[in-house]
């Protein structure tokens, strides 16, 4: 072969050559590249949503019963609705019932008293309390008060009227003015308060976005 031919033929052989390793480039690292490093893949991750906090419902199972005390005075309070609780809507005119018995320590024979009782119903929202409806009062009409000592009892129905849509429960402030003899033939008396709060959640109205059904 003459130099002329051999000189053609490695021109051929090394165009080749290059042609073969600009096409290996395009498809990424050549086959006897064992030293490259892959090219890690980019993964997005997705933060899990919170789940939403449980709203407190003190007559979820239908009543609930308190124990109260003021003084020398022992209540025992059971509160309870007749309307079922998917029907507490924040439209919704919301019975609330509640009956009561007395006991006094030192039991020396003395009366117990019921002089006023009062229930404040406050709206709570995700942003905290609401303003407060206004108060329902029932104020004993006989004097001196309505007798609550065991076996009496003092029985007693407040309404809990519209709260702001966004309410997503409502505590009733109940306060109970109780005058105690201060010995049984006596005309003087101590009075006794106890408070209590008992939370209601506020169930969505039918075919609201927040419906559970839907």
Known sequence: MGPHRRAAAGAASSALALTLALAL????????????????????????????TPVPNDLSSGSTERELVAGAVAASVDY????????????????????MTTTVTPDDGQKVYLQRAVMVAVPQGPDGAMAPLE?????SSVAPGYLVLAPYSYSQTFNVGSVPTDATHVQLQFSYDFLVQTTPTSNEFAKQTASDTVTVAIAAAPGSESDPEE
Do not use: H, I
């Open 80 to 99: 309870w609705s007749n309307l079922s609780m998917d029907r507490w809507t924040a439209e919704a005119l919301k019975p609330v019932s509640l009956s």
């Open 25 to 52: 480039t395009g498809c990424g690292p050549a086959p006897w590249d064992f030293g490259a490093e892959p090219t890690p893949s980019t993964t997005t991750s997705s933060t899990p949503s919170a789940a939403p």
């Open 135 to 139: 108060a329902q009062v029932d104020q």
